[in-house]
């Protein structure tokens, strides 16, 4: 059993044969697939559309919108070009978020079926388009049935799939922003079990082999399935206390590891939410890990109109995952589920939007966008309207799903597709003229990234590479027109070649390049 107080073992083998735990051990990455590069695209399926008019989103209704997403042909310019989905997760739940499962092993009759499941990732490989799914590992919901039996009788096979108080734990233990971790079965049962998050997310034992084995099953079940990989929700809470820390990128390579045997170039993603120092261990298992410091600084550049080294911090992240990982491939983002939208920290102002996303989708990895981002959907907290339903039409359409009444993306004037599709100066047009971008672009799919000092700290300046493809990306943060000095060493000779104002010039000065950039805009100098 997991004892939350024993300390972490340390014997050299990756199991403790005597206890079944988990033991801190050298991790050998798997080599990471080129394949699994591109931009992601986060799907909250009860909001997205709806195909049997019971105002829920499913699967049967981003099947029917994979053409909107990407309609598998490059030359086509209707689609908004995304390579991969990440389905939030769809898996049965007493939730509306369902991110605690009653049952690992099937799809939420809400969202549809396994069947359609597997056609919706087949019409996807048709389109070249991969399917991430989000898989919760760390718990599963309280009316789970291993649990429902594991808190009814303590010599059930299940009971050990769960963490269970003994004499030795301290029941007031606070978890790490303070919060309670044991919770009774029920009033004066006297039998408390481990919950991290909430009292009805009951943690799982990963200690207990049979456990790992179970979710191992699971990988590989919806990789039968047809997904392509996983987003692995609460990736650094597997194991909780601080001393076991090292025993999460542990388990994670096992997980890693099992899958392969069925898909070789499965991708994983890890919400690893901590700074780079903190997430550079999980690539020793994991492709991807998220990078919140990063979204962070490009939504404070933008604001602040003002470059705070973002090209820099990149830099230095990679050059951190790449001690661990043998080809890291970073997971920036703008905002996501959990997070207040973009557009509501920009306060709606579009120009701002435009460059954020100018930012995200020219820098390493992939790129991932939250549903509604492209539009630029408004969301705050609490959690619910942060996910309202996707802007299909103006008001009401055929599968606009109302799940729940929006309160931030309401009336005639609210952002849409319909509204934004046929505008060439839209924010849909934006992302989408990036992204098409983005894929002709060896160095913006695969370069380093190094800084370009500008001079003015109103532009941001880098340059990517890959080979013998080079692009330097300079953006103006500010409202002004700015003027820029490089010298000809630093241009290398590069042209204008894309820009998001047609108002950018270069004049030469000697060895010197005066290069005017108008407000808000973002140019590329290729070579």
């Known amino acids: ?26 991790v050998h990455p798997v080599p990471q697939s080129d394949s699994n590069l591109g931009v992601y695209y986060e799907i909250y399926v009860n909001s997205f559309y709806d195909s049997n008019k ?99 009788d303590k010599n059930s096979p299940y009971r050990d799939y769960y963490i269970w108080a003994d004499e030795n734990t301290d029941l007031n233990e606070k978890g790490p922003w303070g919060q309670q971790l044991w919770y009774e079965t029920y009033p004066g049962s006297g039998d408390y079990y481990y919950a991290l998050f909430v009292d009805f997310m009951p943690d799982l034992n990963f200690d207990n082999p049979k456990l790992r084995e179970e979710m191992i099953n699971v990988g590989k079940y919806w990789l039968n399935q047809g997904a392509d990989g996983f987003r692995l929700d609460a990736a650094m809470h597997i194991y909780s206390k601080a001393d076991e820390a090292d025993k999460n990128v542990v388990w994670w390579d096992e997980f890693k590891r099992g899958l392969a045997e069925v898909k070789p170039d499965v991708y994983l993603v890890g919400e690893v939410w901590d700074r780079p120092n903190k997430i550079a261990p999980y690539y020793k298992a994991l492709d991807s890990s998220f990078n919140f410091d990063l ?18 911090f990149e ?7 790449r001690q661990n990982g043998s080809n890291p491939i970073d997971a920036p983002f703008l905002t996501n589920h959990d997070q207040v939208r973009t557009m509501s920290l920009l306060n709606g102002d579009v120009n701002k939007a435009k460059l954020a996303a100018s930012i995200l989708l020219t820098l390493p990895g ?37 799940w729940e009444a929006p309160r931030d993306n309401t009336g005639s004037d609210a952002v849409s597709v319909e509204a934004q599709a046929k505008d060439k100066d839209s924010l849909l047009s934006h992302y989408k003229e990036l992204i098409r971008f983005r894929h002709e672009s060896p160095a913006l799919m695969k370069g380093d990234i190094r800084e370009m000092p500008t001079g003015d700290s109103r532009i941001m300046g880098y340059s990517r590479t890959f080979e013998d493809d080079s692009v330097l990306v300079l953006h103006n943060l500010s409202g002004e027109t700015v003027t820029i000095q490089l010298s000809n060493e630093a241009w290398q000779g590069r042209k204008i070649e894309f820009s998001t104002s047609n108002e950018v010039k270069i004049k030469k000065a000697g060895d010197q390049l005066n290069i005017t950039i108008p407000a808000y805009t973002t140019t590329f100098g290729l070579k």
């Open 1 to 26: 059993m997991k004892k939350v107080t024993s300390m972490a073992l340390s014997l050299p083998l990756l199991f403790s044969f005597a206890t079944g735990a988990l033991a801190k051990s050298e």
């Open 54 to 152: 019971d105002g829920n989103g499913d699967l049967n209704g981003i099947l029917q919108k994979l053409d909107y997403l990407n309609d598998g042909n490059p030359h086509t310019k209707k689609d908004l070009g995304v390579d991969s989905l990440w389905l939030m997760p769809i898996s049965p739940s007493p939730s509306y978020h369902k991110y605690d499962t009653t049952d690992f092993y099937s799809v939420d009759p809400q969202y549809g079926s396994t069947e359609d499941f597997r056609r919706l990732t087949q019409e996807a490989h048709k389109r070249g388009m991969k399917v991430t799914i989000d898989l919760a590992l760390n718990h599963t919901s309280n009316k789970h049935p291993w649990f429902q039996e594991a808190a009814k």
């Open 295 to 312: 979204s962070s600084k490009i939504l404070d550049a933008v604001q602040n109109g003002s470059d705070n080294g973002l090209a820099a």
């Open 315 to 321: 830099k230095s992240a990679l050059d951190l995952y």
């Open 366 to 402: 992939n790129p991932f966008i939250y549903y509604g981002e492209e539009i630029g959907m408004l969301g705050q907290k609490p959690d619910e309207f942060l996910r309202e339903p996707f802007r299909w039409y103006p008001e009401s359409g055929e599968g606009q799903t109302d």
